[in-house]
């Protein structure tokens, strides 16, 4: 494995408090511009999915989790405060998906930025260059219903 893919595999919080390990090297990241994502990271939230598993805590005694709504949690640290990701808690077969912080990772070296998500409530100041998939907030709702009601 090579040194970059190494610390892709890692990461944790602002003040080192919070550390852990990603089962798979994650190749791509997207970004939400939704409200909740917004207010939660500061800007913008750049996550990358990790599936039920696939991340594991080398201590959680600093790792505190927040019921930001009905269908999902968000964590963080409780000493520095650093965003470290949003799960999926409703029933379904996405539930217990995790976006994590990708700007949490010891580097984001080699990841590609594939999609941004809620770009209909994107700031009008913010502009990423390159090409990508961009949905709005009913795309991605209707996306996540046929997902769950697949026909």
Not at 45 to 64: A, F, I, N, R, S
Not at 112 to 140: H, L
Request: hydrophobic share 35%.
């Amino acid at each position: 494995m090579a040194e970059d893919d190494d610390k892709r595999l890692t990461g944790g919080c602002l003040c080192g408090a919070v550390r852990y390990r990603l089962a798979e090297v994650p190749e791509k990241y997207g970004a939400c511009h939704c409200a909740m994502c917004r207010k939660f990271s500061g800007g913008i939230e750049l996550g990358l999915e990790v599936p039920p598993g696939g991340v594991t805590w080398e201590d959680k005694t600093h790792l505190k989790v927040y019921k930001s709504s009905e269908w999902a949690e968000r964590g963080f640290c409780d000493v520095c405060g650093s965003s470290l990701f949003w799960k999926l808690t409703a029933p379904g077969p996405m539930q217990g998906l995790l976006s994590l912080s990708a700007g949490s990772l010891d580097t984001m070296e080699g990841l590609e930025f594939v999609n941004e998500v809620y770009i209909d409530a994107k700031p009008a100041s913010y502009a990423f260059a390159g090409e990508r998939t961009r949905m709005t907030e009913a795309e991605v709702m209707a996306m996540v219903a046929k997902m769950e009601n697949p026909e």
